[in-house]
């Protein structure tokens, strides 16, 4: 079973540029997450999907981060227009239903993003 | 606000050593907790986890860990480091009433030296 996959690895865009991040969850995972890791920083979580509908997205920093998950199997996290501080480490995590007590979360390796 | 407090940013052990990594958390109840690895390259992998019961904890790759409610910790530890276990480790807690989100510590990164 193929694990959860991100894409691109790595992307390096100016400041005011946009990157597009897309996280394909394992297949049949209805729940998606989000989390970002700034430099040295603790991972923090951005957001939560299920199947396509946002449950959660009380940690998105502010409106130039946009996340879809049009039919609720892959998602994209779009960023536009990029500023410095959002670089770091974007994480996606899959579960597969959720709830109590807790749904194991299954981690891609993560996009790096330098924003210069 | 709940937090996560790992104190040693870097560990640096000998191969054939024990390891504890020690991880505090600030939470009114008891979360869940998890302890998640990072290689290089490699995406976060769950080591093992506490919901409730026996507060020792075995996982995968010979880890385990404690709950001390009274200490608000949950520290791993390992008896025998190998070489392969220089990775970046994350401490882990989900508060029971917010839902699936995972709140991390700051990682503690552990080199193995030979």
């Known amino acids: 079973e193929a694990g959860v996959t991100q894409f691109p690895s790595h992307s390096v865009i100016e400041k005011g540029q946009t990157v597009t991040l897309r996280c394909d969850p394992i297949?049949?995972?209805?729940?998606l997450y989000w989390y970002r890791r700034v430099m040295g920083k603790e991972i923090k979580f951005l957001l939560h999907?299920?199947?396509?509908?946002?449950?959660?997205e009380s940690g998105m920093p502010n409106n130039r981060f946009l996340a879809e998950r049009t039919g609720g199997t892959y998602s994209t996290l779009k960023v536009q227009p990029a500023e410095l501080e959002d670089s770091g480490v974007y994480f996606c995590?899959?579960?597969?239903?959720?709830?109590?007590?807790?749904?194991?979360?299954?981690f891609g390796p993560g996009t790096r993003l330098t924003v210069t | 606000a709940q937090s996560v407090t790992q104190p040693d940013i870097h560990i640096t052990v000998s191969e054939g050593a024990s390891l504890e990594l020690r991880c505090n958390y600030s939470?009114?109840?008891?979360?869940?907790l998890f302890w998640y690895v990072q290689s290089p390259g490699q995406g976060l992998q769950l080591l093992l986890k506490?919901?409730?019961?026996?507060?020792l904890v075995q996982g995968i790759k010979g880890f385990e860990a404690e709950f001390k409610r009274s200490q608000s910790s949950f520290n791993l530890r390992k008896p025998s480091v190998h070489w392969s276990d220089a990775a970046e480790y994350f401490c882990?807690?989900?508060?029971?009433?917010?839902?699936?989100?995972?709140?991390f510590g700051a990682g503690t990164i552990l080199r193995v030296k030979s």
């Open positions: 999907f299920v199947k396509e509908s946002k449950q959660d």
């Open positions: 939470y009114g109840a008891t979360p869940y």
């Open positions: 297949s049949g995972h209805d729940n």
């Open positions: 506490y919901f409730s019961g026996d507060t």
């Open positions: 995590a899959s579960s597969s239903i959720g709830g109590i007590p807790f749904d194991e979360q299954y």
């Open positions: 882990a807690v989900a508060p029971t009433e917010y839902g699936n989100k995972l709140v």
